[in-house]
């Protein structure tokens, strides 16, 4: 079973940038697919960008296509992602997850999540 923890959000003016981290304990994150979803006030979680368990292929939300980036660490432990040019519609709450080798857009599809962090741009 693997635990995951976020960190790295904050308060940052539009046009800057933060990474966030997600640690995995437990279990690296080797046999899993990884993503990340953000949840802002009053509206469902949705996806931001994932890593498939097959082929370590990265794909990304059109909203963050070009401004975003995530990977992970060469030891399978860490998650990161890279958040460029943040605007105010960035504004939420940032999830890591974990799931099986079929976890794709979806929040249901996977399995294990971090408890979120905080990320708020000012405009």
């Known amino acids: 079973q693997v635990q995951l923890v976020e960190s790295g959000g904050g308060l940052v003016q539009a046009g800057g940038s933060l990474r966030l981290s997600c640690a995995a304990t437990?279990?690296?994150?080797?046999?899993?697919?990884v993503g990340w979803f953000l949840q802002a006030p009053g509206k469902a979680r949705e996806f931001v960008a994932a890593?498939?368990?097959?082929?370590?292929?990265?794909t990304y939300a059109d909203s963050v296509k070009g401004r975003f980036t995530t990977s992970m660490d060469n030891g399978k432990k860490t998650l990161y992602l890279q958040m460029n040019n943040l605007k105010s519609e960035d504004t939420a709450v940032y999830y890591c997850?974990?799931?099986?080798?079929?976890?794709?857009?979806?929040?249901?599809?996977?399995?294990?999540w971090g408890q979120g962090t905080q990320v708020t741009v000012s405009s």
């Open positions: 890593i498939s368990f097959i082929g370590g292929r990265t």
């Open positions: 997850a974990a799931g099986g080798a079929y976890s794709g857009y979806g929040p249901e599809s996977y399995d294990h």
């Open positions: 437990g279990r690296t994150l080797s046999s899993y697919a």
